[in-house]
């Protein structure tokens, strides 16, 4: 390999990485101050680095949260993907309920989802970054609701649109509301998930 594209590669290595630091520390910042709260000197100085090496990267504190919606989208793609080997769209549904609730309960994601939630009624360009992202998953759930119609495992009468948000909702909510009681153990309340849901679509005979 050519010495200048190994000193390209390493360059864009080295940018990466400290896209990455920023990012990490507008995160901490975030959960810790709320969007609102947080200056670009707080992110700097939680990254360790200058206003200008910060400004390098991001011109303002709306472009590292469209990063972090970047990143969002990422990882829900992720999830998105794994459920595309499963057939069965019961077993879909069930591995998505899992995959949606740990994530949900990282605890960055905990707090983030609230702080969301508050910036979007302030900053309609947070609100339609992270309504994209939901509005993927409410979709990928969608087609799986359709598909277990279609195998006559799922109750027809469906809206399968809005029972997808209904579903979404729910785990978030399980997963704030354990962290706010500060419970861990999160065994029972994912079963009791699996099966309000299982009961609520089932094909009526």
């Given at each position: 390999m050519?010495?200048?594209?190994?000193?390209?590669?390493?360059?864009d290595?080295?940018?990466?990485?400290?896209?990455d630091?920023?990012?990490?520390?507008?995160?901490?910042?975030?959960?810790?101050?709320?969007?609102?709260?947080?200056?670009?000197?707080?992110?700097?100085?939680e990254?360790?680095?200058?206003?200008?090496?910060l400004?390098?990267?991001?011109?303002?504190k709306?472009?590292?949260?469209?990063?972090i919606?970047?990143m969002?989208a990422e990882?829900l793609?992720?999830?998105?993907?794994?459920?595309q080997?499963?057939a069965?769209?019961?077993?879909?549904l069930a591995?998505?309920?899992?995959?949606?609730?740990?994530?949900?309960?990282?605890?960055?994601n905990?707090?983030?989802?609230?702080?969301?939630?508050?910036?979007?009624?302030?900053?309609r360009?947070?609100a339609?970054?992270?309504?994209?992202?939901?509005?993927?998953?409410?979709?990928?759930v969608?087609?799986?609701?359709?598909?277990?119609?279609?195998?006559?495992?799922?109750?027809a009468?469906?809206?399968?649109d809005?029972?997808?948000?209904?579903?979404?909702?729910?785990?978030e909510g399980?997963?704030?509301?354990?962290?706010?009681?500060?419970?861990?153990?999160a065994?029972?309340?994912?079963?009791?998930?699996?099966?309000?849901?299982?009961r609520?679509?089932?094909?009526?005979?």
């Open positions: 050519p010495k200048q594209q190994i000193a390209e590669m390493t360059k290595a080295a940018l990466n990485d400290r896209r630091l920023i990012v990490s520390a507008a995160t901490r910042c975030f959960v810790a101050k709320g969007f609102h709260q947080t200056g670009i000197r707080d992110i700097a100085a990254a360790g680095i200058s206003l200008g090496n400004y390098n990267h991001f011109q303002n709306d472009a590292l949260i469209a990063e919606a970047r969002d990882a793609q992720e999830i998105l993907e794994s459920l080997e499963i069965d769209p019961s077993q879909a591995r998505f309920l899992d995959c949606y609730l740990d994530y949900s309960l990282w605890p960055e905990v707090a983030l989802t609230v702080e969301i939630t508050a910036e979007a009624f302030r900053n360009d947070v339609k970054a992270f309504t994209v992202n939901r509005g993927v998953v409410t979709k990928a969608s087609d799986i609701l359709k598909k277990g119609i279609k195998a006559g495992v799922f109750d009468a469906l809206n399968t809005e029972v997808s948000e209904f579903i979404l909702d729910a785990v399980v997963a704030l509301r354990l962290a706010f009681r500060g419970r861990p153990d065994r029972l309340p994912r079963e009791t998930l699996h099966a309000m849901v299982s609520a679509l089932r094909c009526q005979v």
